[in-house]
């Protein structure tokens, strides 16, 4: 089984959250995030993409509700023992198929918690699940509860934290050794990719993003691949990625002759940063300190449109 913790360590993560809901007067909780059904059990799919909602009452127990080609990614993946299909053809409704689990579970009356923010929950698929559930349930927004808790990692999850990050450098070292003039975009991007793979890691869960030239600037991937200038400017965004861990970085890396503007950007990148540094204290904000700072730097920029200042925490 391809299980990433103990069985100890998901007990002690259902323990809390049967403790929140309790708090919270939840009798049961439907998640429709991947990251709480991973974190909770350990299944590991993409076919969060399709309906499908994994089912926790105050009880303890545990039911998947999903589609048949996800049954052995749930059973080799995780601990779920009852896994319940419903099938995928025309006017299916599983919405009303969960009811069923529900009523199976004595729910009915009841106080059911629902992560309706989740993209696994379509506007289309949450307006059948209120629809099947009325009068059946009352439902309460408890899109948090579990994302709250999987905040605080613990020390089996630090492990693999840190592990994405050793992969995060290692694709940074890849870039220093590429990232020049007549240098194509896609051979940074297949490097720092193959690299975190020969790690261990996986995919990250959004595109690497690279951008030079007029792409520079951008701040979310696109598909165009280009050769580095003479004179340019190369932004990177990536993620070393180990069992679904993720550590972030990104990186503006200067190609040829460094101009005024951007030396000028940097400088208040540091100063913002150490500043953070030294505010990073339990119960203080680093919030104000740094805008006060960027304010000073951007104030004087002679082209703000120009100028994508991004401070990265991680």
Not at 26 to 40: G, T
Not at 51 to 67: A, E, H, P, Y
Request: aromatic share 10%; glycine share 4%; charged share 25%.
């Amino acid at each position: 089984m391809a299980v990433h913790f103990t069985n100890q360590e998901f007990k002690n993560r259902k323990e809390k959250v049967l403790k929140n809901m309790s708090e919270a007067n939840i009798d049961a909780l439907l998640m429709f995030k991947q990251e709480s059904m991973y974190w909770l059990t350990g299944y590991d799919t993409f076919g969060y993409v399709f309906f499908q909602c994994l089912v926790l009452d105050k009880s303890g127990n545990i039911i998947l509700l999903t589609r048949a080609p996800d049954l052995r990614q749930a059973q080799n993946t995780s601990i779920i023992k009852d896994i319940r299909i419903w099938v995928d053809k025309e006017k299916s409704n599983p919405t009303d198929e969960l009811k069923n689990i529900l009523s199976e579970l004595n729910l009915e009356k009841s106080n059911v918690g629902v992560e309706y923010e989740a993209y696994g929950l379509t506007g289309r698929n949450a307006i059948r699940l209120n629809d099947s559930l009325k009068n059946f349930a009352i439902l309460h927004d408890k899109s948090e509860l579990v994302s709250y808790l999987r905040v605080v990692k613990s020390p089996a999850e630090i492990v693999y934290v840190k592990k994405a990050a050793e992969l995060a450098d290692n694709a940074l070292e890849v870039v220093w050794k590429y990232a020049h003039a007549g240098q194509e975009e896609a051979k940074i991007l297949a490097e720092m990719q193959a690299t975190i793979f020969k790690g261990g890691g996986d995919y990250p869960a959004n595109e690497f993003i690279i951008g030079s030239g007029k792409n520079a600037l951008l701040c979310r991937y696109q598909s165009e691949k280009r050769k580095l200038d003479e004179i340019d400017q190369l932004s990177l965004e990536w993620a070393g990625t180990y069992k679904h861990y993720h550590s972030a970085m990104f990186r503006t890396i200067p190609i040829g002759k460094v101009n005024d503007k951007q030396k000028k950007m940097y400088a208040a990148c540091v100063e913002a940063l150490k500043a953070c540094e030294n505010k990073l204290k339990i119960g203080k904000t680093p919030k104000d300190k740094i805008n006060n700072i960027l304010s000073k730097y951007l104030n004087d920029l002679e082209n703000q449109q120009w100028c994508y200042l991004r401070l990265e925490l991680t």
